[in-house]
């Protein structure tokens, strides 16, 4: 399938239970590769290359295999195996910006308690 200028995200192919080999290179498919493809054990080749695929390479199955699987051309992808030499992900802060703003807020009431307390006991000193 590849060249045939395809757009759009990968389709669903999870029902294909003995594909071997999965060519979709030279298209215009993007979004993420589907996580799905990783359990396909009967995979043993794929070819993704030349498209606008993005975001984390999936792990397990063909992915652990650098020779079986080609990705160049997807300039939005990271992650995966080292011998793919794709770019590290960027981390996700786990804490939610509640948190942040939790702090800001406790930060400006204690110094407003200290500047109140300051000016309370200005007239005495």
């Given at each position: 399938m590849q060249g045939?200028?395809?757009?759009?995200?990968?389709?669903?192919l999870g029902n294909l239970r003995s594909l071997q080999i999965l060519d979709l290179s030279n298209n215009s498919l993007d979004g993420q590769i589907p996580l799905y493809l990783a359990n396909i054990s009967s995979l043993l080749n794929m070819n993704l290359s030349y498209n606008n695929l993005e975001g984390k390479v999936p792990a397990g199955g063909v992915f652990t295999n650098a020779s079986a699987i080609e990705l160049p051309g997807n300039k939005n992808l990271c992650g995966g195996i080292p011998e793919l030499h794709l770019h590290p992900c960027p981390m996700q802060s786990k804490k939610p910006r509640k948190h942040t703003a939790l702090k800001l807020i406790l930060a400006v009431t204690i110094f407003l308690s200290f500047l109140a307390l300051f000016l309370a006991l200005l007239p005495i000193i």
């Amino acid at each position: 399938m590849q060249g045939n200028l395809f757009q759009g995200t990968i389709p669903y192919l999870g029902n294909l239970r003995s594909l071997q080999i999965l060519d979709l290179s030279n298209n215009s498919l993007d979004g993420q590769i589907p996580l799905y493809l990783a359990n396909i054990s009967s995979l043993l080749n794929m070819n993704l290359s030349y498209n606008n695929l993005e975001g984390k390479v999936p792990a397990g199955g063909v992915f652990t295999n650098a020779s079986a699987i080609e990705l160049p051309g997807n300039k939005n992808l990271c992650g995966g195996i080292p011998e793919l030499h794709l770019h590290p992900c960027p981390m996700q802060s786990k804490k939610p910006r509640k948190h942040t703003a939790l702090k800001l807020i406790l930060a400006v009431t204690i110094f407003l308690s200290f500047l109140a307390l300051f000016l309370a006991l200005l007239p005495i000193i």
